[in-house]
Nanobody, 121 residues
Framework: EVQLIESGGGLVQAGGSMRLSCRPS????????IGWFRQAPGKGRTAVTC????????WYADSVMGRFTISRDRAENTVILQMNNVVSDDSANYYC??????????????WGKGTLVTVSS
């Protein structure tokens, strides 16, 4: 059984930082793309960032470019999303997503349960 184990989230002040992590468990391949989507109340779920497991190629939505950084922690088998200089529009449920045998995250095969990020101001 494949699981995406998420951690992080909570309350953060505007201009502050938040760190999310996602650890895949139960995968039979090490060739995939993994990243984060988010969904705010009344809005659709949109892609935020993505990284390929082998090449390390990254992608960012325009709305977070320059503020968010996705990276791989090989020692912990974990993907990290570092969110800096957060703004109120960053408030959302964040979902880790993994796509097998792809370098992009357009069509995820697996989803995390989601973690709530709330930006106060």
């Amino acid at each position: 059984e494949v699981q995406l184990i998420e951690s992080g989230g909570g309350l953060v002040q505007a201009g502050g930082s938040m760190r999310l992590s996602c650890r895949p468990s139960g995968l039979t391949t090490n060739d995939y793309a993994i990243g984060w989507f988010r969904q705010a109340p009344g809005k659709g779920r949109t892609a935020v960032t993505c990284i390929s497991s082998i090449a390390g190629t990254t992608w960012y939505a325009d709305s977070v470019m320059g503020r968010f950084t996705i990276s791989r922690d090989r020692a912990e088998n974990t993907v990290i999303l570092q969110m800096n200089n957060v703004v109120s529009d960053d408030s959302a449920n964040y979902y880790c997503a993994l796509t097998k045998w792809q370098t992009g995250c357009d069509e995820p095969d697996y989803w995390g349960k989601g973690t709530l990020v709330t930006v106060s101001s």
